[in-house]
């Protein structure tokens, strides 16, 4: 099995290239598009229980898919279903990988102070953590693999509170010869 990233960054997509007779496992909805050579199976891991515990427990989907490769080599793409990088990490059984919600935060906190340095308001990254908040209800924050919208919102707002005043500055950059030079200015009437 191989794979690789497709479109880096906040919309990124994994293109898995499966041999005959291997399988990949994903959330449901996650697939984009798949090889006709593969076959999909929906169900609930762990029955109807386990099922609901994952979904009240950390926010995962009800169902999982089993992709496989069943009439020969294909391809499956994949996308994450909330916007996020997708990075590719080499279980080789020598390295050894530890993700914990703290980290997370900390990535977010780095984040508010280069907006921050560099001189550009970080209430965008604040607000989308508010608006995602919203779906946090069904979630329970202890067993929880991310942290929670609305603790991240306000632990960034902490932070924000905490730098240094400064006056966001304007682009210096003349926006019609960006535009000009994308090729991306109004037609000419």
Known sequence: M???ILYPG???MVRVYLNEGETVKAESGAMVAASPTIDIESKME????GALSRKMLSGEKFFFQ????????????LAPT?????????????????VQKEQETEADVTGIRLLSDARIAPDGMIRFFERLSEKDEERVELFSTH????ARA????AELAALPKQTPEPFTFEW?????????????K
Do not use: C
């Open 154 to 157: 306000g632990r960034l707002k």
């Open 10 to 12: 906040a919309f990124p």
């Open 176 to 188: 019609k010869g960006v535009q000009d030079s994308l090729g991306a200015s109004e037609p000419k």
């Open 66 to 77: 089993t992709l496989r490769a069943s009439r020969g080599a294909g391809e499956v793409l």
């Open 147 to 150: 942290p929670m919208s609305a």
């Open 82 to 98: 909330v916007p996020g990088e997708i990075v590719l990490l080499d279980l080789d059984g020598v390295n050894e990988y530890m």
């Open 2 to 4: 191989k794979s690789e």
């Open 46 to 49: 762990g029955g109807f229980l």
